[in-house]
């Protein structure tokens, strides 16, 4: 065991120093900061799960410090883990179709985005999007009968990945009956939760139940994270080790974590509270997984630290001062590196984090989740809670009841009709387009942003138009953009867009669907209230109503049949 602490000591020296801190000239405020950790035994306190570093009412930080020990408590289950991915394979699944929101899907698509799939084990792949479209492309994708699905929610009770349940399951009841339905379905869970007794009413594969005091978006490590990713062949055991060399590198108030933590509570309180993260290609995918940690845990309290993920990189004039710069490099990838240093020059902050292999990856998951709790106490808020996330769910249950109860959702009168495209809210002046100039013209502040909520199906296609669009916005108003697909950025980046200092600007586009596709009631039931459509427009409004509850800036742009062609004459609008 000596000889082991030794080797991990020096693996931690090797690789925790692997970052370089491009700071200028706010050099001083960072140490000054980092003085204050040491000072005030953050790091230690934080191991002692000291609710004070943050708070002094406990509240629920008490029960939210299982992240901590993960790494340990899953080395123990790597047996369990292999030999359910042995089985699977052996019984010849092909695809692995994971069920879940947020903080239960995020790491493990992460994990089989950046790993992808390899020859003779299942292709991982994520539904969280309760658009029809992206339902019936799932389920068309995946042959019931050589798929297995995840079913995955800490509290069990999540809406959108029970409602996927049903469906899923009634399909494979329809290919191979009842009998042999359930062992197509594993369930990931918090102990006791109303999940884990569907899991053994229908008689599941497996159930894996989480340590019930680690919250969704501080779940990578665990259950959540290692069990898809063990199942397509990513190595369990050497992601908790890379994880395991960053904790303990970690245990000190001179380590990077502490050092990044700092730096994201220090650059936000200063203004730059917009950190935009570049990934080398292979591992771009990890950003989202970041873009949750960190909104979901700073965006309260009217503090916030919006990430900017995905935005192709600009010149330096193309910014606001109002920017944080992380690059997460593969080693030998040098494609930002120009691009950052005359960002750096020109008075930016960059920061650049250094992996020496994809794997590393497990070491970056527990780095940004301990950053992210310094960061909380830097600003003096509870990176554990989400108190604003309650108020969009709550909303959109009162418009499923008023559906059910009257059979058709509130009559809205649109402010403004441009052929297909209708407008909802917002300043309106001549057509669809100059409302979209105007609304981000007469919102624009110092340190403001606009994001794109878009209630569509996912595809490349419609990416492809999203990123078109922000990119324009970027260039027209020097702008911080971010784009997320509804429902799922309600589980990731919601909390921020209610609880941050409201300087967001909210767009929301929805479109009609070109099919629908019902609910089952109940696994095994043929009977159906609610369809996937429907919930989709009730989150959508009720997202609506939430952000104008937290007088927030929106307008709702509705694309009628055709996204793509909207989306462009949006865009042509900027041009």
């Known amino acids: 065991m000596a000889d082991w602490n030794i080797e991990m000591e020096r693996s931690a020296t090797e690789r925790g120093r692997t970052i370089s801190w491009g700071l200028g000239s706010y050099r ?16 230690s306190r934080i191991w002692a799960h000291d609710h004070t570093v943050w708070k002094p009412d406990p509240a629920q930080i008490l029960n939210s410090f299982g992240w901590l020990h993960s790494i340990g408590v899953m080395s123990r289950n790597i047996p369990r883990l292999t030999e359910l991915a042995d089985e699977v394979r052996a019984d010849g699944y092909t695809h692995a179709l994971l069920l879940g929101m947020g903080g239960s899907s995020l790491a493990a698509g992460v994990l089989g985005k950046t790993f992808g799939t390899r020859t003779g084990y299942p292709e991982l792949t994520v ?23 995840i079913v995955s929610t800490k509290s069990g009770t999540t809406v959108e990945t029970l409602s996927f349940f049903k469906f899923f399951y009634n399909r494979v009841v329809d290919f191979l009956g009842e009998k042999r339905a359930g062992e197509h379905f594993i369930a990931i869970t918090d102990p006791c939760s109303p999940l884990a007794d569907l899991a053994e009413r229908y008689r599941f594969r ?102 900017v993920v995905g935005e192709s990189l600009g010149l330096p004039e193309d910014y606001w001062n109002d920017r944080l710069f992380v690059y997460l490099r593969l080693a030998g990838d040098k494609e930002y590196e120009k691009t950052l240093a005359d960002l750096e020059r020109a008075g930016h902050p960059v920061v650049t984090i250094n992996l020496e292999d994809r794997y590393d990856l497990g070491g970056q998951f527990f780095l940004w989740e301990m950053a992210t709790a310094v960061a909380g106490w830097r600003m003096g808020i509870d990176p554990f809670n ?67 909520q878009a209630y569509l199906q996912p595809g490349p296609r419609t990416d492809r138009a999203l990123q078109h669009l922000r990119m ?14 509804g429902p799922r950025f309600l589980h990731s980046t919601g909390q921020l867009h209610k609880g941050d200092a409201g300087r967001g600007l909210f767009v929301q586009f929805t479109a009609d669907n070109a099919m629908d596709v019902p609910i089952p009631d109940d696994p095994g039931s043929f009977t159906s209230s609610m369809t996937f459509g429907l919930l989709k427009k009730a989150q959508a409004a009720g997202d609506w109503e939430a952000l104008q509850d937290a007088g927030r800036q929106v307008v709702r742009f509705h694309l009628g049949t055709d996204i793509i062609d909207g989306l462009t004459r949006l865009t042509e609008a900027l041009a």
């Open 386 to 452: 989400q108190p604003d996330v309650e108020s969009v769910k709550a909303l959109a249950r009162r418009m499923v009841d008023e559906y059910k109860e009257k059979g058709a959702f509130p009559e809205e009168e649109p402010s403004l009709v441009d052929g297909d495209i209708m407008v909802f809210g917002g300043p309106v002046s001549g057509n669809s387009g100059s409302t979209l100039v105007s609304f981000i013209g007469e919102g624009i502040t110092d340190g403001a942003y606009i994001a794109l």
């Open 127 to 149: 539904l969280d999007s309760t658009d029809p479209g992206a339902v019936l492309s799932c389920s068309e994708r995946c042959n019931p009968a050589r798929s297995l699905f």
């Open 206 to 307: 497996a159930t894996f139940l989480n340590d019930p005091n680690i919250g969704g978006r501080y779940s990578a490590l665990s259950c959540f994270g290692l069990v898809p990713a063990a199942l397509v062949a990513v190595d369990p055991g050497l992601l908790l080790e890379r994880a395991m060399i960053m904790s303990s590198y970690s245990e000190s108030s001179t380590g990077d974590a502490v050092r990044l933590g700092v730096v994201l509570g220090e650059m936000a309180m200063a203004g730059r509270d917009k950190v935009t993260l570049a990934a080398s290609p292979e591992i771009e995918s990890f950003g989202g997984w970041v873009e949750q940690l960190l909104a979901e845990s700073t965006g309260k309290e009217g503090r916030g630290i919006l990430p």
């Open 472 to 485: 324009c916005l970027r260039d027209r108003f020097r702008i911080a953009t971010t784009v997320g697909y």
């Open 28 to 43: 001083d405020v960072v140490e000054r900061g980092l003085t204050a950790a040491s000072d005030e035994r953050i790091v």
